[in-house]
Antibody, heavy 121, light 107 residues
Framework: HVQLVQSGAEVKKPGSSVKVSCEAS????????FSWVRQAPGHGLECMGR????????EYAQKFQGRVTFTADTSTKTAYIELRNLRSDDTAVYFC??????????????WGQGTLVTVSS | DIQMTQSPSSLSASVGDRVTITCRSS??????LNWYQHKPGHAPKLLIF???SLQSGVPSRFSGSGSGTDFTLTIGNLQPEDFATYYC?????????FGQGTKVEIK
């Protein structure tokens, strides 16, 4: 049974960077797909993209292109998201989620607990 | 990008009510449509995948229907634990966009 455990809350200054981790338990980390989703205060869920560690594939939502990087360390079964040039509207809870295929559809079946990133001067 | 539009954005209902939430995609997504429930302070929870298939452990009062661009989530006999925000999500492409959410509140 896979569990995803994320790193703790962060407070950052505008213009700085943040890196959030997502450690997976269980097997087959590198062959799985992980997505990052964020929820800003008063807003809905926003998918930022995905990473497939075994294929070194990353895909980013256009909104975040150039400012975000997904990486993964297969030896520690940990996925990372780094967001640069932070702005106040990047204040949000960031979730990692595992993506699997079920019944012909891709779903986010296991989620991390979320990491609050606060951007404030 | 595929845009997902839900309606209503919020609704008030009572325990025992039947609730219907709609989701429309900006282009045809076949049956690549999922529904999630999200409560404050928790991670979202998968309810329904591929339009109408219930995730294991999800009560049968939840059901989904639709195809193409128009989809529906129905909660029959609303229970106290069902008050939450519900999101549709497309998986037709790998950007996996969500609808803006529908908050179900207690009347």
């Amino acid at each position: 049974h896979v569990q995803l455990v994320q790193s703790g809350a962060e407070v950052k200054k505008p213009g700085s960077s943040v890196k959030v981790s997502c450690e997976a338990s269980g097997d087959s980390f590198s062959s799985q797909t992980f997505s990052w989703v964020r929820q800003a205060p008063g807003h809905g869920l926003e998918c930022m993209g995905r990473i497939i560690p075994i294929l070194s594939i990353t895909e980013y939502a256009q909104k975040f292109q150039g400012r975000v990087t997904f990486t993964a360390d297969t030896s520690t079964k940990t996925a990372y998201i780094e967001l640069r040039n932070l702005r106040s509207d990047d204040t949000a809870v960031y979730f990692c989620a595992r993506v699997i295929g079920v019944g012909g559809s891709s779903v986010f079946d296991v989620w991390g607990q979320g990491t609050l990133v606060t951007v404030s001067s | 990008d595929i845009q997902m539009t839900q309606s209503p954005s919020s609704l008030s209902a009572s325990v025992g009510d039947r609730v219907t939430i709609t989701c429309r995609s900006s282009q045809t997504i076949s049956t690549y449509l999922n529904w999630y429930q999200h409560k404050p302070g928790h991670a979202p929870k998968l309810l329904i995948f591929a339009v109408s298939s219930l995730q294991s452990g999800v009560p049968s009062r939840f059901s989904g229907s639709g195809s193409g661009t128009d989809f529906t989530l129905t909660i029959g006999n609303l229970q106290p634990e069902d008050f939450a925000t519900y999101y549709c999500q497309q998986s037709s492409n790998t950007l996996y966009t969500f609808g803006q959410g529908t908050k179900v509140e207690i009347k």
